[in-house]
């Protein structure tokens, strides 16, 4: 009996919490962010040239299915989210080579932020991933309450750590810039 009342309470909290999450969420117009960095053992150079490798990120990132590179600055993704198969085309919007990379959705899922690479020393570099989007519709919205989307960019991160830390080197390189618009 005290095993049921226990649950039942912790179930009562649970939904408070999700209720309270969503309602913030929608009173901020839906959107939504996050901040996550990791450090790989690999020069900022390295690391730079292996993230502007695009068509390689369903290497690393589980939901991602595809990543067509159309032109210097345009890519169209196509990924699972929350479930369901999704297109997006995306602007990358500013690259500085070993520093940041900068983007926007233009069309589907609506998403932007910024990649940015700082040398800790000469084989060690931060990557700090910020990124803003817009759950679509309420299992997203309640994926997103419960930090789905934030932990899934960790394990993508951790992800492209391992594959380059294990590799050694970039697969290439994209070093041209991008200014800002």
Same mark, same amino acid.
């Given at each position: 009996?005290?095993?049921?009342?226990?649950?039942?309470?912790?179930?009562?909290? !649970?939904?408070?919490?999700?209720?309270?999450?969503?309602?913030?969420?929608? !009173?901020?117009?839906?959107?939504?962010?996050?901040?996550?960095?990791? =450090?790989?053992?690999?020069?900022?150079?390295?690391?730079?040239?292996?993230?502007?490798?695009? &068509?390689?990120?369903?290497?690393?990132?589980?939901?991602?299915? =595809?990543?067509?590179?159309?032109?210097?600055?345009?890519?169209?993704?196509?990924?699972?989210?929350?479930?369901? +198969?999704?297109?997006?085309?995306? +602007?990358?919007? =500013?690259?500085?080579?070993?520093?940041?990379?900068?983007?926007?959705?233009?069309?589907?899922?609506?998403?932007?932020?910024?990649?940015?690479?700082?040398?800790?020393?000469?084989?060690?570099?931060?990557?700090?991933?910020?990124?803003?989007? &817009?759950?679509?519709?309420?299992? &997203?919205?309640?994926?997103?309450?419960?930090?789905?989307?934030?932990? =899934?960019?960790?394990?993508?991160?951790?992800?492209?750590?391992?594959?380059?830390?294990?590799?050694?080197? &970039?697969? !290439?390189?994209?070093? !041209?810039?991008?200014?800002?618009?």
């Amino acid at each position: 009996m005290l095993n049921r009342v226990v649950t039942v309470a912790a179930l009562a909290v !649970g939904g408070m919490m999700l209720s309270k999450q969503m309602k913030k969420n929608r !009173g901020s117009g839906t959107s939504s962010s996050i901040v996550e960095t990791i =450090e790989v053992n690999v020069p900022v150079s390295t690391a730079y040239n292996q993230w502007t490798q695009f &068509e390689d990120f369903p290497q690393f990132m589980k939901s991602v299915r =595809e990543i067509r590179q159309l032109d210097d600055k345009h890519l169209h993704w196509r990924a699972n989210v929350a479930g369901e +198969e999704k297109e997006w085309d995306a +602007e990358i919007t =500013e690259q500085i080579p070993d520093k940041r990379i900068a983007w926007r959705s233009v069309t589907g899922v609506k998403n932007g932020g910024v990649v940015t690479f700082h040398k800790i020393s000469d084989n060690c570099t931060r990557i700090a991933l910020q990124m803003d989007y &817009e759950p679509d519709g309420p299992l &997203e919205a309640i994926g997103d309450a419960f930090g789905a989307v934030r932990m =899934e960019a960790r394990s993508n991160l951790s992800n492209f750590k391992d594959m380059l830390e294990k590799r050694g080197s &970039e697969t !290439g390189a994209w070093r !041209g810039k991008i200014a800002q618009h």
